[in-house]
């Protein structure tokens, strides 16, 4: 078993290095400038999964050049400090802020050759060691709470599956095979997920909680798991070095270009973060 990236051992692990952008709309879009290289000081290691808890926060995780072990950090750019959040002989990923606000979720991978992965909950003050939730769910590679009660995860299955459960693990309920990665929430609470459908096609869909359905919204751009979704329903994905954007009501099915990084050396970009204000948006860079 392995978590969503299927890596065991830290040589597996890519190189990746966080990028910050500013963000601003002008009549012919969507601005994108002024990138501040924010892992200088890991740039042969591991920096991923970004994820803004406030405009001044955000968590990502972090595996040093050469470690064992990834734990979850966090920059404060008020002040332009780094902060280590967890510190455990544990592997923790995916950071999310819970919809209580005072804890924040993340995956944890037991220490055992079972490579047993959960999901687990800690106070954002740190003050104890947390515990898991869903606790009999030991293959969760990614997740999405809709309530405290009501859990979305990409299962660490042959192929990964999506599932949803209610109030207990015994509760199952799966909505697709072969999906990928990423898991967001649209204003009316609906999941946003890509479904894999073939090796070339794959595809945004909406799950519809009231409806208990799925839908397709458009084909993403080649080789894209990864989306963000914009204060305006607007979604970012990128394509190897290109930022595109796809919004229903005015492109349809259309995702129109927004940045090129192959300027900067950028050539594959994966995993996004907008800040609740979306005037700032993290990128993710593989070497």
């Not at 002024?34 to 000081?41: G, K, Q, V």
């Not at 819970?98 to 079972?114: H, K, P, Y």
């Not at 270009?257 to 979306?278: E, H, T």
């Amino acid at each position: 078993m392995c978590f969503g990236l299927c890596v065991t051992t830290s040589s597996q692990v890519p190189i990746t290095n966080l990028i910050l952008l500013e963000l601003s709309e002008n009549p012919n879009g969507l601005n994108v400038q002024n990138p501040i290289f924010l892992t200088n000081f890991n740039q042969a290691g591991y920096n991923n999964q970004p994820r803004f808890f406030s405009d001044d926060l955000l968590y990502f995780t972090m595996r040093a050049a050469g470690g064992k072990q990834t734990d979850i950090y966090a920059f404060r750019f008020s002040d332009s400090t780094m902060i280590q959040i967890t510190d455990t002989p544990e592997s923790e990923y995916s950071p999310k802020l819970s919809s209580e606000r005072n804890s924040f979720n993340c995956i944890r991978v037991d220490l055992d050759s079972t490579q047993i992965q959960r999901i687990w909950e800690y106070p954002v003050d740190r003050t104890h060691s947390g515990g898991a939730r869903f606790s009999s769910i030991t293959n969760a590679g990614y997740y999405h709470f809709k309530h405290t009660d009501t859990l979305a995860a990409f299962l660490v299955t042959t192929p990964p599956e999506l599932s949803l459960f209610q109030n207990t693990a015994s509760q199952k309920q799966t909505i697709s095979k072969n999906i990928g990665r990423c898991l967001e929430e649209f204003s009316n609470s609906d999941l946003a997920f890509i479904h894999k459908y073939s090796e070339k096609h794959w595809f945004l869909k909406r799950y519809i909680w009231a409806e208990r359905k799925s839908e397709i919204l458009i084909e993403m751009p080649a080789g894209s798991e990864d989306f963000v979704i914009m204060n305006d329903e607007s979604i970012l994905s990128a394509s190897g070095s290109t930022l595109y954007r796809w919004h229903f009501e005015k492109t349809q099915n259309r995702w129109d270009p927004v940045a090129d990084f192959s300027v900067y050396g950028w050539n594959k970009v994966s995993r996004l973060s907008v800040n609740p204000s979306n005037n700032l948006l993290v990128i993710v860079v593989e070497q």
